[in-house]
């Protein structure tokens, strides 16, 4: 019998005949066996081996794990598993999750012809790397399952599909070392996706036979919408960098996951106070930056090596000399004669507040991709916003303030996230500008500097008045003109363009195209009209994006803009 992480399901078993009990598994609790009687059965191990009896087939269970609940007709087991599979020599773990298939939605077709012919793809290719852990080979899979079904009302089928993570190891892996992999691949794919993700069951396997694990998670009946584009990381993406994550996840940084970037998982969870919020993605993100500036030795004054002498020779100066022991250590009362005590009142650590932290570290990551979203500034108002969160005081930011400098916070730690999953900065820019998750949409960004830097923005030099001209105001059609280095409106040709459109001449319009109607009015046989959506006026330092523009230019111009 399957045993399924997120279903309530009460069995009736036993232990002896004679002796039997209640198991019931409630998602979200731990699994619990209860006596019949009004005391439980004399068993004092960690592991209880039970049976159904209700059924043909009588099932057994392996309960293992077994937690003091507190009385004596009942007791708590944190595992549950159930299966021909020998529990001492699992290899395999296969968690399910149901989720992923959306999340690939765009990786399946289907379409129906006049004759009734079905015809399509509905496979998604699997995913595979091979990782070292703990001094053994693992192998990680990422596959579908799928089938096809009749109806309820046997009117016609159904195809269902959902996404396997599979783990092979060379050694055999216990109970707790599965529910460890379990937590570690929700938490991957949570950052991944950009929602909190639920795994429905545990399959195991010891290379000849299967069974299913059953272990208690947070119970979880949020829904999210996973499907292209709306995940954060997108699934073409995702097969791209598939063997670099694995690799960085869980080989190389484990420490930074599991220890620090392990809890944001469960603020995406979490529906409090703004303010709060804030404060504990900016508790993570100082403890994080304090870990990677000592791990890179990057938060001394000195060189380690100069910082000893300089102890050193300090102690032993005053060590030396009564009078200085005193006087050095009046009112501190500690022996500065002591090199330990005085590293510890002096320390060499150039990072100590919260901002200085977080700047430091940024600084040595550089600001390809932190200068689109945040600044020095946004740093400041973090702080204020996690101070008065910390110290219960009233906010005096707005909620619109608040919610802006919010979602900065958490694009900068995904961005760390990204960053310690072998995701490079070039990757990480083509992530946040393909997709259409709420965290992109929510948080502010130089849309100029992301296009710039993704080699997406035309630029298009212009003078002052031109450019005070064309941003002070929406418009719906503009042809703009090089004469020489600078572009220019032109104007007869807009107000051409303008009046050709206009609905009153929809039913006699001949030209569909806007450019295409430009280039009949072109009079010089050397130049061409094209239409763009993603330009940029730039004067001085100011730009201003432009959402639909005819560029009226030489074929060689327009095409140094890849435009065709």
């Not at 990381?233 to 995702?238: D, E, G, I, N």
């Not at 500690?334 to 002096?346: I, T």
């Not at 500008?433 to 948080?443: A, E, I, K």
């Amino acid at each position: 019998m399957d045993l399924l992480l997120t279903e309530d399901l009460e069995l009736n078993v036993r232990i002896t005949e004679g002796e039997y009990f209640k198991l019931k598994l409630n998602y979200g609790n731990m699994p619990l066996l209860t006596h019949v009687s009004k005391h439980f059965y004399e068993y004092k191990g960690d592991e209880i081996q039970v049976e159904g009896f209700t059924e043909k087939q009588t099932p057994k269970y392996l309960l293992s794990g077994a937690i003091d609940s507190g009385g004596q007709s009942s007791k708590q087991f944190r595992y549950i598993y159930s299966g021909k599979a020998k529990a001492t020599n699992l290899k395999k773990i296969y968690f399910t999750f149901p989720e992923l298939a959306p999340y690939f939605n765009n990786e399946i077709s289907k379409n129906l012809e006049q004759n009734g012919d079905l015809s399509g793809n509905i496979t998604i290719e699997p995913m595979e790397a091979t990782i070292l852990n703990s001094e053994q080979t693992i192998k990680v899979g990422l596959h579908q399952n799928y089938q096809l079904s009749d109806t309820s009302t046997k009117d016609g089928f159904q195809f269902t599909s959902s996404m396997t993570l599979v783990f092979e190891f060379e050694n055999t892996v216990t109970f707790s070392e599965i529910e460890k992999y379990l937590y570690k691949s929700k938490n991957l794919f949570t950052w991944i996706t950009g929602f909190p993700i639920k795994v429905s069951k545990i399959e195991v396997s010891d290379g000849e036979n299967t069974g299913t694990l059953y272990t208690p998670s947070v119970k979880d009946t949020s829904e999210h919408d996973l499907s292209y584009p709306n995940s954060f990381m997108l699934a073409a993406q995702l097969r791209e960098n598939f063997v670099k994550i694995c690799e960085s996840y869980f080989e190389k940084n484990t420490f930074e996951f599991e220890d620090i970037w392990s809890r944001t998982v469960p603020l995406y969870n979490f529906n409090g106070v703004l303010e709060y919020e804030t404060m504990l993605y900016a508790s993570i993100l100082e403890k994080y930056c304090s870990h990677k500036l000592h791990q890179l030795n990057l938060d001394t004054k000195l060189d380690e090596d100069e910082y000893t002498e300089l102890t050193n020779r300090l102690t032993g100066l005053i060590s030396e000399d009564s009078e200085l022991v005193k006087t050095f250590s009046k009112d501190i009362l500690a022996d500065l004669s002591n090199v330990e005590v005085l590293k510890k009142l002096l320390p060499n650590s150039s990072a100590t507040t919260y901002i200085q932290k977080v700047k430091k570290y940024l600084n040595h990551v550089g600001k390809y991709v932190t200068e689109i979203f945040i600044s020095t500034k946004d740093l400041k108002v973090i702080k204020d916003v996690r101070d008065r969160a910390a110290h219960g005081q009233p906010e005096i930011y707005t909620t619109e303030e608040v919610s802006g400098i919010y979602w900065k916070l958490r694009m900068l730690v995904i961005y760390l996230i990204y960053k310690d999953l072998g995701i490079s900065d070039s990757d990480f820019l083509k992530i946040i500008s393909y997709t259409f998750n709420q965290l992109v949409v929510n948080c502010d960004k130089n849309e100029f500097k992301l296009d710039t830097k993704l080699n997406q923005a035309i630029t298009l030099p212009v003078s002052e008045s031109v450019f005070d001209e064309v941003s002070s105001k929406l418009r719906t059609y503009l042809v703009l003109a090089r004469n020489e280095n600078l572009y220019e409106i032109h104007k007869e040709y807009t107000t051409k363009l303008s009046n050709y459109f206009t609905a009153k001449n929809s039913a006699d319009r001949q030209i569909r195209s806007l450019d295409e109607y430009v280039q009949t009015l072109l009079e010089n046989p050397k130049l061409e009209a094209k239409y763009t959506g993603n330009a940029y006026i730039i004067h001085n330092q100011k730009n201003h994006k432009l959402h639909g523009v005819i560029i009226v230019d030489t074929p060689k111009k327009l095409r140094s803009y890849s435009i065709r």
